[in-house]
């Protein structure tokens, strides 16, 4: 039997196969139709759209590389990039040892009414972003604001919060840590959950005081769990997009002062839907997800390994 006659029959059965079965694909097929149109279709189309140049309106010219070109002389992409990579350093190392220290204490047996705690915490992530930015921007005014207040009372200088270049980074990271606390933290809960006491209590018998056991036993049996919060943290450093538009836009330019919060998605946004250049935010797009899938496969590759 030849190699042309042997495909024909495995794609006969094949066939034969799914024509047995076609009224349970019948079913399944709604979803993988809306996939299609709605996430595989928009993905194509922009790559295809970076390729050309496009208003939104009128015949596509096809003009290669030449957002490419554009893109990797842009001084405000490359901009949003390092600020996504400061941001990131700002908050996450802080946001995952807060979580994984109130994780511990609301796991522990000793507290009570944890229940109320967990839920007081987790609050942040489930309030709306847009109305918590703007609460933060009135509380963060460099002459009127709460923060301000609190610090002038105990004899320090105000801080120009949303003013500097510095301060409206850290601000940035403040309200992120506010809000996505609680979520990282029920992550991190789960994760302790499914650890086994008799490893730490079996460690504390042997004389580890609870710094140990939690350093030595906890912390490496949680790091995929750890790793899993961090690459989140990463996707969402580069991805910011109500924090940035509400706390630090000025005028119409978002990611003040002197685009020192302008994060890639803002960026994609600002170029689509503002300056209406459709080719230009998809050839940023592209290169966006290429970063952050290289981002992502590094974080797996060399911190996701076992000992």
């Known amino acids: 039997m030849t190699t042309s006659t042997r495909v024909l029959t495995r794609m006969k059965m094949r066939w034969g196969e799914v024509k047995k079965k076609r009224w349970a694909y019948m079913f399944i097929s709604p979803f993988y139709i809306l996939f299609a149109i709605f996430s595989v279709y928009p993905i194509i189309f922009s790559i ?5 140049k496009w208003k939104g309106m009128g015949p596509k010219v096809f003009v290669g590389l030449e957002n490419y070109r554009r893109l990797f002389g842009d001084p405000i992409f490359w901009q949003s990039i390092r600020n996504g990579v400061i941001i990131f350093f700002l908050y996450v190392p802080i946001m995952t040892l807060l979580a994984l220290v109130l994780a511990v204490i609301l796991n522990a047996k000793f507290v009570r009414f944890f229940r109320i705690f967990r839920t007081m915490l987790f609050i942040p992530y489930v309030t709306t972003m847009i109305a918590v930015g703007y609460v933060f921007r009135i509380m963060m005014n460099a002459k009127y604001g709460l923060f301000n207040m609190v610090l002038t009372s105990i004899g320090i200088p105000p801080v120009p919060w949303l003013d500097n270049v510095w301060w409206a980074r850290v601000s940035i990271s403040l309200l992120i840590i506010w809000a996505w606390l609680g979520y990282n933290m029920v992550i991190m809960l789960a994760g302790l959950q499914t650890i086994p006491k008799d490893l730490v209590e079996a460690a504390t018998i042997d004389g580890a005081n609870p710094a140990q056991a939690f350093f030595r ?6 790091r995929p769990i750890i ?5 989140l943290s990463t996707i ?3 991805g910011l997009f109500n924090e940035v538009y509400t706390l630090t836009t000025v005028g119409d330019v978002p990611g003040g002062p002197m685009y020192a ?3 890639p998605l803002v960026y994609i946004y600002q170029q689509a839907f503002r300056n209406y250049n459709f080719s230009y935010a998809s050839a940023v797009s592209c290169v966006y997800f290429v970063i952050i899938f290289v981002l992502t496969l590094l974080q797996l590759r060399y911190f996701g390994r076992e000992e």
């Open 48 to 52: 295809y759209l970076s390729f050309t």
């Open 217 to 222: 036993i906890t912390v490496p049996l949680m």
């Open 227 to 231: 790793l899993f919060s961090v690459i």
């Open 236 to 238: 969402g450093s580069f």
């Open 261 to 263: 919060t302008i994060t």
